[in-house]
């Protein structure tokens, strides 16, 4: 038996994928149709970074509630964000406006938008004429954050440029000290917990 007539080539396999991704796209268009033309799509963007490799991604999950009044999720999209572009609001309207389009979603204003209070998203929806809905588990762990160890993150947040707590601080920012009372390490837990909302809120 040849060997070679078992496994597929890096090519075929590659085309392969290609091809199951654009499958499953349009069988996606096709499920959100309804729910785009009654304007009930929520879409919530998140940017995050490979601190190992030090890319950037974008990601959309969108979320409604079919006409059986069963509440569906889906991933739009994961994709690395472009390195020759700035994080800028700029160019994450431009990313986010070629995402929507390959599901027949034109305008910002189609669907509804919740996200955190990241600057270059607060410009992406103003120069879209949106107005989003914030994300409450960010704000509170913002909030918490920023209280009680500001100076642990000064550069990373302010009260004009509101960006997203970085999640790179050190464990023993938030359990404290052995002097520390106990209802101070309550505070700590609490903000540890907010972070666990958050990721479950996404």
Not at 5 to 17: D, P, Y
Not at 103 to 122: M, P, T
Request: with cysteine; proline share 2%.
């Amino acid at each position: 038996m040849d060997l070679e007539s078992l496994f597929q080539s890096r090519q075929t396999i590659s085309r392969g994928i290609t091809n199951q991704a654009q499958l499953y796209r349009e069988q996606l268009m096709e499920l959100i149709k309804e729910p785009v033309q009654n304007q009930s799509l929520t879409a919530s963007p998140d940017m995050w970074t490979d601190r190992y490799r030090q890319l950037s991604y974008l990601g959309v999950t969108v979320t409604y509630v079919d006409l059986h009044l069963c509440f569906r999720k889906f991933t739009l999209c994961c994709r690395s964000f472009p390195v020759e572009l700035a994080k800028t609001g700029e160019n994450v309207s431009k990313v986010l406006k070629e995402e929507l389009s390959q599901y027949g979603i034109e305008r910002f204003d189609a669907v509804y938008w919740v996200s955190d209070r990241g600057s270059n998203f607060i410009r992406c929806f103003n120069l879209n004429m949106v107005d989003p809905i914030f994300c409450f588990a960010h704000r509170i762990h913002n909030i918490l954050t920023i209280t009680f160890i500001n100076k642990k993150i000064d550069g990373h947040f302010n009260d004009e440029d509101i960006e997203d707590i970085p999640d790179n601080l050190g464990q023993e920012e938030f359990v404290g000290d052995e002097y520390m009372t106990l209802g101070a390490k309550r505070v700590f837990l609490t903000i540890n917990h907010t972070k666990t909302l958050v990721r479950y809120v996404k």
